[in-house]
């Protein structure tokens, strides 16, 4: 082991460096992605590594990256100032980053780890910034972090398609699976009418059927949407049924306000104008590797847990 040493005046550099790169980060101007400083991530500060995690958003492509920025220290690895893409936090845009990343003046690529991905402000640049002042630091530091991060925001919007004709299938038969839940499911407390002539019952990252949710007292009806959601562009995705308050303005808060959990569904208020019951991720396994039979009994069972608690939210909020 080598010989320690406590040099005190360094650690508080340390400190001046975070501080001056969330001033930078912050500053940031870019018509390509906007920059969000998370500095209270748990992750942020380590043994060998001293920075923050920092989420890029795609102005026009959608595409959300979550980065951690600042220094590593690690034998193992390169020394310097990086802005590191990890693939478990970006299972969905990493491939396309690596593979379509382009060589910039800014920024050495490195991809020497299999699991995380990084662009180092180069040596020459990284001696130069510590002979800086403060204001100067910072904005060296601004614009090294919004090359990396809007370059990664274009590699990641790169990423084609893949459609095959059997997967074309699949979506057609889940449509008619769909229908055929919504309309075969008898709810304790609800009743359901689809609406087939509805424009909105196929999008471009939906596809489902919009239709009208009652009690069966008759003393509420609420416009609600059941299918599944697919953007690549935002989470979460799966099978679910929503209400929005865009359809059900007087009614929406009570539903909103007294939703439960379920053990059918994940609870998504995310958008405030938005219910989403997503089918749960053990659900949909199970749903995936059943039988046909099976998979339209899961459906049935599920849409009509969903229709049954926005029923009974609602009537919480009545009292």
């Known amino acids: 082991m080598e010989k320690l040493k406590l040099d005190i005046k360094a650690l508080q550099s340390m400190q001046r460096f975070g501080d001056e790169l969330e001033i930078a980060i912050r ?24 920075g923050m ?4 958003n795609g102005k026009e492509t959608g595409v959300s990256l979550y980065l951690h920025i600042g220094l590593i220290y690690f034998p193992a690895t390169k020394y310097g100032l990086m802005v590191e893409l990890d693939e478990q936090n970006n299972g969905g ?41 403060g204001t100067e630091q910072v904005q060296m530091l601004g614009e090294f972090v919004r090359n990396a991060g809007e370059e990664m925001v274009k590699a990641a ?11 074309m299938d699949d979506a057609r038969n889940l449509c008619f699976a ?9 709810g304790e407390k609800s009743e359901v009418t689809v609406n087939y002539a509805d424009k909105d019952n196929f999008g471009q990252y939906a596809s489902g ?37 865009f359809s059900n303005q007087e009614e929406f808060d009570k539903v909103y306000e007294n939703i439960a959990e379920s053990s059918w569904y994940v609870l998504s208020t995310k958008e405030p104008r938005f219910v989403k019951l997503f089918m749960t991720d053990e659900l949909t396994e199970k749903f995936n590797q059943a039988e046909y039979d099976e998979q339209i009994d ?21 009292k």
């Open 157 to 167: 919007s790169k990423e084609g398609f893949s459609v095959t004709y059997s997967q």
């Open 53 to 56: 995690r920092c989420r890029v």
């Open 27 to 50: 500053k940031i101007q870019s018509e390509i992605a906007d920059f969000e400083v998370i500095r209270d991530a748990k992750d942020c500060i380590g043994r060998h590594w001293y």
């Open 93 to 133: 845009v990493y491939r396309a980053v690596l593979d379509h990343i382009r060589e910039n003046p800014a920024y050495v690529i490195n991809r020497d780890e299999k699991e995380y991905f990084k662009l180092f402000l180069p040596d020459d640049k990284f001696e130069a910034i510590s002979a800086k002042e």
């Open 298 to 318: 899961i459906l049935k069972e599920f849409v009509k847990n969903c229709n049954d608690n926005m029923i009974n939210a609602w009537e919480k909020g009545e």
């Open 209 to 245: 059927y919009r239709y009208y949710l009652k009690d069966k007292n008759g003393k509420v009806s609420f416009y609600a949407y059941f299918g599944a959601i697919f953007s690549y562009k935002k989470q979460p995705c799966g099978i679910f049924a929503e209400i929005d308050w």
């Open 178 to 186: 769909f229908d055929k839940a919504l309309t075969e499911a008898r």
